[in-house]
């Protein structure tokens, strides 16, 4: 029976927080960009949908390059946006959060898109008829009527992050207890000849941990066709 | 009311460009599949913007697009009835009535919640979610929502052609009570001619984008009446039936028509074809329909290739439709007395 | 990056089928990464001596290396940066017994900054992030925390320490300022470091001397220019190569 070392229950719960924030902090701009996406008519808003699916196809760990070019000590965004105010972003835990939010960000995006774009038109136009600007129809109309694409779309990211590693691991680095994930952590055991049986044990947790997640996700979707 | 409109439009391959200026409080838009009727409805409502031109209610302009004025939707108080109910799903009966009201300001709140459940009858379903009710319930709480939103003017976009006959013109005294009561003038866009003459007073005809004429109700359904398809119905309201013989009597001009079929309502609305009535020169000394009508000849008027004789019996009017050749045979002329026999089972109860 | 080739085995044992495929005078080894440019030369030397003879050089951690050597990657002469991996593959019954010696040895020094005012393991302590290999697989590493246990600091680095595939990532780490300091061998500092310098040299008394064992392997022993080669890596010849790269050879 594997025992778990201090350090390895860092790396669950520090999957999870990670995974978590990641998410939270993803919502209201993938919001945001969804609305744009599916109600508004801009120029570039093709070049738009191009950067916000890139994570969709490019290695995570390309990803985990450029922004480590960009927000690195020498980065564009480093040097003169980070450094005058003394914030350190590479190899911390907020780098983790980055990075697993830069890479889930277009599966975020494309659930809540999905579910924008179900909402009957003339609702809208009902509201504003009635007296309800651009703002007070987002907050009143859209977003309830999103709640399911938002669902969707943290769960899919949630577990996305939870398993994010290429990125990862060239922005925030391996380290044990700040920024060493449940991959991370399978990552040393399994270059290590006695670490198979820990790689093992970690998978297991990896996998139970979204086994969970999906039992949720159909639970809450039951629940809410139950409430129509 | 006074709108006034003169405004261009691209739609694609569809080019909207109309320049009109009409009075009233129940203000008819009349016109085929695809003339426009909706695209103009929401240009008014601020939901699209013409492409040029400008957009005037009681001489306050809410779009011109030479002194760069553009009311957004939310200000200027134009609620929208559709032709399905688009009730807010995920707000309750009370939620969706109150949803303008709450967002109009409190000095222009005449119309209040209370008033209007009593106007639309809907009292009993205020607690309930908007899943569940019958499309005649929905649609009675979207007009409740679009009039509680207190507007200066309703627009109502063919409201009534999604229902069934019976459900239609249980629907029309909910919708004329509650303008009435409140006082709303309203544009009532309907491509069917017996809507039109019950709901509105003034008509605005248009087709392919392009106005094609103003007149009263009455004239358009006259000037209709060329049309073999829809022909000239005569709209009866008749009150207090008597009952005999298994049908039902009315007191109409002199005496009384005769109807089979029917409710018996105290009040009741019934449509009579014009083409259904037979004239005689002479009294016919017996027929099988119950119905004949002593009636003097009033106005006379082209109806396609048809003529179209106005019928005065006592205070009533009725319209029928013969062709030239029965005019020239029978010699009808203004002012002549003439009898007209119409069957107990011409009538067509409408609501 | 480097070595991603030595650290996915999967990946490497497609790419050594292929190695397999090749001439039969091909030798393979498995060397330790800091012993990269030391025995890249040595191998050349050999091979223009003995035209013919080709080599194929995986380089990595080598604890990473052996476990591809277990899971049966082509090796016929295996370098070691502990004794560790060494003896771990010798019980496995991998490698050559009699042909198990001594190649070279080496320093643990820590690089940074030259402006950094670290000087000892203490100060090492008032730093925010150092890189070190990690344990588990890089001897580097192993070596650097038996020296903060031996010291007394491996409490206070905790949540400090970021792992590296390899020495030369923390040299890289450190070089890019992304960490304030690495433990490295003296000799990777001294070949690779552009702008960091050695700011200490590890006291010996804290870690065990870094060995760096030669074998070959079961594979390896039957192959006369294995055989061959691991002869000339004893010579005075290879040994001054060694020795120009920054190792000690006694």
Known sequence: MPVFSHSDYLAILLSLRIAVVATILSLPFGFAVAYLMTYKKFRGKVALDVIVNLPLTLPPVVIGYLLLL???????????????????????????????????FPLMVRSIRTGMETIDERLIQASRTLGAGWFDTVITVILPLSIRGLLAGSILMFARGLGEFGATIIVAGNIPGVTQTIPL????????????????????????????????HEWLGRRMVRAD | MELRVAAQKQFGTFFLDMDFTIEGRRIGLFGPSGSGKSTLVSLVAGLHHPDRGLILIDGEPIFDSGQAVNVPPEHRRISMVFQRPHLFPHLSVKGNL??????????????????????????????????????????????GRAVLSNPRMLVMDEPLSALDDNLKFQIIPFLKSACEAFAIPYLFISHSLTEMRIMTDRVLSVAAGRVVGQMTAEQLARNSMGDSSVGYKNLLRLMAPRRIDGMYAYRWGDGELLISGGAGLQETLYELSATDIILFKRHPEAISARNLLKCRVGEMFEAGDRIGIGLECGSDKLVAVVVREAVRDLEIKKGMEIYAAVKATAFRQLG | MKSIVGSFFPVLIILALFAVVAQAGDINLSVAASLREAVTELSGNFSKNNPGVKFQNNFGASGALAKQIENGVP??????????????????????????????????????????????????????????????????????????????????????????????????????????????????AEQMAKNVKILFTVPQEFYQRVTYPVGLTASGSKKAEAAAFYKFLQSPGAKGVLVKYGFTVK
Not at chain 1, 197 to 212: D, E, G, N, P
Not at chain 2, 115 to 143: D, F, M, T, Y
Not at chain 3, 150 to 168: H, P, S
Request: glycine residues 8%; hydrophobic residues 45%.
């Open chain 1, 185 to 216: 952590a399978i990552y040393e055991y399994v270059s290590s000849p006695k670490g198979d049986v820990m790689a093992m044990a970690l998978c297991l947790v990896s996998i139970t941990i979204s086994v969970a997640v999906l039992i949720f």
């Open chain 1, 70 to 104: 960009l927000l690195g000590q020498n980065g564009y965004i480093g040097k003169w946006v980070l450094q005058p105010l003394g914030v350190k972003l590479i190899f911390t835990w907020k780098a983790a959060v980055i990075a697993t939010a830069v890479v889930g």
């Open chain 2, 98 to 143: 109150l949803y303008g009201y709450k967002r109009c300001a409190p000095k222009d709140r005449k119309i209040t919640l209370d008033s209007l459940l009593e106007v639309l009858q809907i009292g009993h379903l205020l607690g309930r979610g908007v899943k569940n009710l019958s499309g005649g319930e929905k649609q009675r709480i979207a007009i």
């Open chain 3, 75 to 188: 090796a016929d002469l295996f370098f070691s940066a502990n004794l560790e991996w060494m003896d771990y593959l010798k019980e496995k019954k991998l490698l050559d017994e009699k042909s198990i010696s001594t190649f070279a040895f080496n320093v643990l020094v820590f690089v940074g900054k030259p402006d950094l005012k670290v000087k000892t393991m203490q100060d090492v302590v008032m730093l925010e992030k150092i890189a070190i290999g990690s344990p588990k697989s890089v001897p580097a590493g192993q070596y650097a925390v038996e020296a903060f246990k031996k010291a007394g600091i491996d409490k206070q680095l905790e949540n400090k320490l970021v792992m590296a595939r390899d020495v030369r990532e923390c040299l890289m780490y450190a070089d890019r300022g992304e960490v304030e300091g690495a433990f490295v061998y003296k000799t990777d």
